[in-house]
């Protein structure tokens, strides 16, 4: 049977080297990712240098471990959603061939282990090519953290022999999975099939693909409602993955949507002969359409996500900071030259937000299970221990002045409050990002070399895009680490003070003046920078993976269609116009994969939008417009060319030589 | 038209007939529009000989031969096949008869196009269970004239060639009945010869039952006999045909 196969690899081979490419770039995708993260993670930073830079360099990780825990994690689901969609795709595609298997008497059993041993094959070719593909791929990604400064210079990711398991199960495993389906699907096909031009006549939108779809669906509903009522952090988390989850419910559902394409297309092109037959094309190869939309719509699905919700998120966080933040300038000095900033004449208030380093060690402890009631005759028993879990963390707090800091951040605390931010004290933010430290907690910490006991005071509000990890009153910390500590102070000019003349005092005695809107902007504009940046590391190989993807679903569609265009030739179309009709055809794909693509980045959006507005108290989402003229643009562009490219090659034959013979 | 032919049944399906259907009908279609593509057709092909289905276009040809062939459910009725009563098989008896009791030659050639003539003729073999004996393949295509094509693909033969591919491929198991629509359709008239003498040396020579589809009277004079359909009725038959005689009654019907 496998002999079969191979032998079919001459005359179908778009349809296995399409296959074979989707496998060994998810493989090497997935690969790369999952080594970067596992090198990541396993760092330690250097016990050489000053712990301040430490920690921020174990931040500076944890960061990098986070973004590339989001970067594999949408490696595994592209490979898995175009590997699958892709196999199951070109079994589609070749069911007239099935059909005949099955008319000299082949049986269901012949056509399924021909399609999984071909899935085998193709599958573990793609691996085998993938793994070395994979450090390629790492390299590229490497020098790409490196030079976006996500990861330290001087970064080298290990190779893991495991690896090579994860990625045969990648590869071969998703293979597998992916055409199973398709597979039973196909081994129903009827011998009397092979007789008809007709293609698949079987429905496309089977019971299954309705329930699975509707069942997507209502997950990304679900899951787009869950994002605007959780906290910052976990609304970033889960809203993103509304989009996944819709766009494989928008790919499921996407059949149902075709004729109505269709429909439109057929409007706009009314009167017109190749408007006509792409309009006819389109509904009656509504399969084809759909598997060659998927790998668009998921791909246009990704990035409006992602770049929308990182834009959305850093305005939010810009905002807030706006509304939050009262002051006129902002100086960054040492923690020592706070004091002659404070004397300046002209100043009225001083606020120094000071970066100090901590390590910590508390004490969870969980719910106290009340004791049941003793039984008649038995002694009482003795309450269960509550369980303790003691937890490690290092981080930069912010040592400030209470009563000052209170007149510059005007935001309410989530529980407790900053007047009782004195003596040995703290109040904890985003360090606790799984909430589970309580008014009232001990904290041990270390602050340089120095021991405290911090009592938990106030718990700050959540914050867009992370905010102060914890604050400290400035008596606590140590008078040689405050003065070394690098320092942003927020200064309130007195009423008919100068604002130049101040500025030029402060840069006199030493340090960096920024007036308040600058710096706001400033910051923002930073914060912009990065969150390009971590989107440019989430999506930019698995974009031009799924953009690669796009291209193989337009060639292995067009593969399967010589013997129709021959077929429009004999009857009368130049060879201009059936390329012409295969280009607006896949135009009107191209418009589905976009319009869907879009739906389900709502999803994302809408929960993303509603949890910023929800914590900044205004705003809701940014479109990302020009995001969204260039991905509508390229996608006309790659689709249109390829299509023309393919249907061009398609007809270069003589139409007579392929109407004769089957292919 | 009132003539109606009543053949004579016996109550068990007789070893005699290779294929025979009992008041076979086959509908097809939605709620809105029911075609009765065979309506109430009751026939028997009997063992080793050569049966043509003429009729004019839409009259249910296929759809017979399918039926009979085990490609199609009736809607109502029953069909044996080789001695089975195949109208309730499911797909495993049914891809068992294929294998080994029906052979199948289709008017476009359906070889599977990456396949040489010598290796589209094994797969039947293969798919049979059977050792594949080269040899047999290569007497099989010398058979058919074609020895000295057995490397080449489908796109490297004439139609005339495909076919005779096909008819191997459709014999080399040695089925019980050989089911043809429209062999001779997309050939020219010297091709078309071809294939008919050698249908007909396999009846001559190996008692070969056939079932065969078509609208050529020549082709149909070839067979031993002739059975008329139109609007899925059998109207005629007719032993021993001559073209002139079958053209006579196929204009008729067409009138
Ligand atoms: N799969 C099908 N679905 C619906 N109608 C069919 C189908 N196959 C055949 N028919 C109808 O049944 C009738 C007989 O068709 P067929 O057996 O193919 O005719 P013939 O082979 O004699 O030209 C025709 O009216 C045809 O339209
Ligand atoms: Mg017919």
Redo the contacts between chains.
């Keep these: 049977m496998l002999k079969l196969s191979l032998r079919t690899f001459a005359e179908r081979w778009q349809l296995f080297v399409g296959s074979i490419i989707t496998v060994m770039i998810g493989v090497a995708l997935v690969q790369s990712s999952l080594l970067i993260l596992i090198s990541l993670a396993t760092y330690e930073p250097p016990a050489s240098i000053p712990m301040l830079q430490q920690i921020e360099l174990a931040n500076a990780y944890e960061g990098g471990i986070a973004l590339l825990g989001v970067t594999t994690g949408f490696s595994v689901f592209l490979t898995a959603f175009i590997v699958s969609s892709t196999f199951a795709f070109t079994v589609s595609q070749r069911r007239q061939d099935l059909a005949l298997l099955r008319l000299v008497g082949g049986s269901r059993g012949n056509v399924r282990r021909l399609l999984l041993s071909e899935a085998a094959v193709l599958g573990s070719i793609g691996t085998a090519l993938g793994i070395p593909f994979g450090l390629l791929t790492m390299e590229l990604q490497t020098n790409l953290l490196i030079s976006l400064q996500l990861v330290p210079e001087g970064f080298t990711p290990d190779f893991q022999f495991w690896i090579v398991a994860v990625a045969i199960g990648v590869g071969v495993g998703i293979a597998i999975a992916g055409v199973y389906v398709a597979a039973r699907r196909a081994s129903k096909v009827r011998p009397l099939e092979a007789l008809r031009e007709s293609g698949d006549v079987r429905k496309v939108m089977s019971p299954g693909r309705w329930i699975a779809g509707l069942f997507c669906l209502f997950a990304a509903l679900a899951m787009t409602i869950l994002s605007a009522l959780l906290p910052s952090v976990g609304a970033m988390a889960v809203g993103i993955n509304a989009a996944l989850v819709a766009s494989i419910a928008m790919a499921a559902l996407s059949p149902v949507v075709v004729p109505l394409v269709a429909r439109i297309f057929g409007f706009l092109f009314r009167g017109g002969l190749i408007g006509t037959l792409a309009q006819a094309n389109l509904r009656d190869g509504v399969r084809r359409s759909a598997a060659t939309a998927a790998p668009l719509l998921v791909l246009v699905a990704m990035l409006l996500a992602q770049w929308g919700s990182s834009e959305t998120i850093s305005d939010g966080a810009a905002e807030q900071a706006r509304r939050d933040t009262r002051g006129d300038l902002v100086v960054s000095t040492q923690g020592a030259a706070v004091p002659a900033i404070a004397r300046t004449s002209g100043v009225e208030l001083v606020s120094p937000e000071s970066q100090v380093p901590l390590t910590s060690t508390f004490n969870e402890v969980g719910e106290v299970e009340e004791p049941e009631e003793p039984e008649e005759g038995e002694a009482p028993k003795a309450p269960e221990p509550a369980e303790v879990i003691t937890h490690k963390a290092s981080a930069v707090a912010t040592a400030v002045d209470p009563v000052a800091y209170q007149r510059t951040h005007v935001v309410p605390m989530a529980e407790g409050s900053l007047a009782d931010l004195r003596g040995a004290t703290v109040a904890v933010g985003a360090f606790d990002t799984e909430q589970t430290i309580k008014l009232g907690t001990m904290i041990e910490a270390k602050i340089g070399d120095h021991p405290v006991k911090l009592k938990v005071v106030a718990l700050l509000p959540d914050s867009i895009g992370g905010g102060a990890t914890m604050l400290l009153p400035r008596d606590v910390v140590p008078a040689d680490v405050l003065a070394a500590a690098p320092t942003q102070t927020v200064v309130h000019l007195a009423g008919g003070a100068d604002q130049g003349a101040v500025v030029d005092k402060l840069r006199e005695q030493g340090g960096e003046v920024t007036p308040m809107a600058a710096w706001l902007a400033e910051t923002s504009k930073k914060n912009d920078q990065q969150q390009t940046k971590i989107s440019t590391v989430v999506m930019g190989l698995s974009g031009l993976y799924a953009l690669i993807a796009v291209i193989n679903a337009v060639v292995i569609g067009a593969a399967a269609r010589r013997r129709e265009f021959a077929a429009a030739r004999v009857s009368g179309l130049r060879r201009s116009q059936v390329v012409r009709m295969a280009l607006v055809e896949s135009w009107g794909v191209t418009a589905i994969g976009l319009v869907l693509g879009a739906l389900a980045a709502v999803t994302t959006l809408i929960g993303i939008g509603a949890s910023t507005a929800r914590i900044t108290g205004s705003g809701g989402v940014t479109i990302p417009w020009l995001m969204v003229g260039l991905v509508v643009l390229g996608a006309f562009v790659v689709v249109g060319c390829t299509s023309i490219w393919t249907a061009l090659s398609a007809t270069r034959a003589r139409p007579v030589t392929l109407i004769g013979a089957r292919e | 038209m009132t003539t109606t032919v009543n053949f004579q049944l016996p109550q068990q399906a007789p070893a005699a007939s290779a294929v025979e259907l009992r008041g076979v009908s086959r509908e097809y279609g939605s709620k809105h529009a029911t075609v009765r593509a065979l309506n109430d057709v009751s026939l028997s092909f009997p063992t080793g000989t050569w049966t043509a289905v003429m009729g004019p276009s839409g009259s249910g040809k296929s759809t017979l031969l ?1 039926c009979a062939a085990g ?2 459910q009736v809607s109502s009725g029953q069909v044996f096949l080789a001695g089975r009563d195949i109208t309730f098989a499911n ?2 008896q049914l ?1 068992d008869m ?3 009791e029906v052979g ?1 030659v ?1 008017q ?8 040489t003539a010598e ?1 589209n003729v094994a ?2 073999l293969k ?2 269970g059977t050792r594949v004996d080269k040899s047999l393949v290569r007497t099989v295509l010398a058979n058919v004239g074609l020895a000295d094509r057995a490397k080449h693909k ?2 490297e033969l004439s ?1 005339g060639q ?1 076919q005779r591919v096909a008819i191997a ?1 459709g014999m080399v ?1 040695r089925p019980a009945v050989l089911f043809a ?1 429209e062999p001779t359709g997309a050939l020219d008239t010297k091709s078309a010869r071809v294939v008919l003498d050698l249908l007909r040396t396999m009846v001559q020579t190996q008692r070969q039952s056939i079932v065969m589809v078509t609208h050529d009277p020549a082709a149909a004079a070839a067979a031993d006999s002739v059975v008329f359909l139109r609007d899925g009725v059998i109207v005629d038959h007719l032993a021993r045909p001559s073209a002139t005689v079958v053209a006579e009654r196929l204009a008729h019907l067409e009138g």
């Design positions: 399918h490609l199609e797909d495993d891809t294929r294998r080994r199948f289709f476009s050639f359906n070889l599977i196009g990456s396949l290796q797969l039947s798919l049979a489908p796109r139609g495909q491929r198991t629509d």
